[in-house]
């Protein structure tokens, strides 16, 4: 059953938890929380927490994947935070509720998703027992949560997880800006991170190195998944390429060799497919989860 819970005031401040069910009515009662993070640029209303609901689907319910997935996970949640301003979706900000403004401006992305993730924890007690997915934008947040610049972000704590998947992620702002400057990015950055430049290298997951970045801020990660599609016409194989750059330092910074990185490339279908259709971000997810059982067997 879905729940809905609010982790501030805000209309986008929400998150939509799903509990795992046996046939039988019974709960798991040990495993992972997946936690996923949507995207649409920072900014696209259509894009929210109801993302997820086909991938989850798939998972619970496949003969693929619902074994694997009852005896591993105990719920999923999808996490909505306030959005940056869209030219095609425009508000009035003199009779619109600032409740529901989408006036955001980096790091108030980050912080909500910092927030949320503070509120689960809070909640339902699970630790670091949990994997964090990211689409697109997603998959930047998801990244810049474990990045020791952003740790502890505005007083918040949170327990990192074991587990982080980006999926057709952005890494390097400026490198997808100088990749499709025939697609409005320069507008879009500009709209959740401003014009300084200077700063979008200072937030990129893939830039930022040493105690800043994620191999200095990371320290209790133990796999890092990058999946992308080579039919993604929105995000270049460039992006995941340098993160996966990054994360080998992350993986060299550790000397017990129980840091591993997987890095799937076999995803078909568009951007947005990816995630819409459901079938390729239930797979990833499911790898990821195999391979962390037979890291940590029970």
Same mark, same amino acid.
């Given at each position: 059953m879905d729940h809905h819970h609010q982790y501030g005031p805000h !209309? &986008? #401040? !929400?998150?939509?938890t799903y509990v795992q069910q046996s046939a039988l009515g019974s709960i798991p009662q040990e495993g992972y929380w997946v936690i996923y993070i949507h995207g649409g640029a920072w900014r696209d209303p259509t894009q929210t927490a109801e993302s997820f609901r086909m991938t989850q689907s798939i998972l619970s319910t496949s003969p693929r994947y619902s074994s694997l997935i009852y005896q591993n996970v105990i719920a999923f949640a999808s996490i909505d935070y306030r &959005?940056?301003?869209? %030219?095609? /979706? %425009? +508000?009035d900000q003199t009779t619109t509720d600032p409740l529901q &403004? !989408?006036? $955001?401006?980096? %790091?108030d992305h980050l912080r909500d998703v910092q927030t949320a993730i503070s509120y689960l924890q809070d909640k339902y007690g699970f630790r670091d027992n949990y994997l964090l997915v990211g689409h697109s934008c997603g $998959? @930047? &947040? $998801? /990244? #810049? @949560? =474990?990045m020791g610049c952003f740790k502890g972000d505005e007083g918040v704590q949170i327990a990192q997880p074991r587990c982080v998947i *980006? =999926?057709?992620g952005i890494y390097d702002l400026k490198g997808l800006r100088d990749e499709f400057k025939q697609h409005p990015v320069q507008e879009f950055l500009e709209s959740a991170f401003g014009k300084d430049e200077i700063l979008w290298d200072s937030v990129s997951p893939a830039k =930022? +190195? *040493?105690d800043d970045g994620v191999e200095g801020g990371w320290s209790k990660g133990r796999l890092a998944v990058l999946a992308h599609s080579l039919y993604d016409e929105l995000v270049n194989l460039d992006q995941a390429l340098a993160m996966n750059n990054r994360l080998i330092r992350w993986k060299e910074a550790t000397e017990d060799r129980t840091r591993h990185i997987l890095f799937l490339q076999d995803l078909q279908g568009s951007h947005d497919e990816i995630w819409s259709k459901g079938e390729a971000m239930a797979k990833i997810i499911a790898t990821a989860l195999q391979y962390l059982r037979e890291m940590e067997p029970s």
């Open positions: !209309r &986008l #401040q !929400r998150i939509i &959005l940056s301003s869209h %030219p095609n /979706f %425009p +508000q &403004l !989408r006036e $955001a401006k980096h %790091p $998959a @930047t &947040l $998801a /990244f #810049q @949560t =474990v *980006g =999926v057709e =930022v +190195q *040493g």
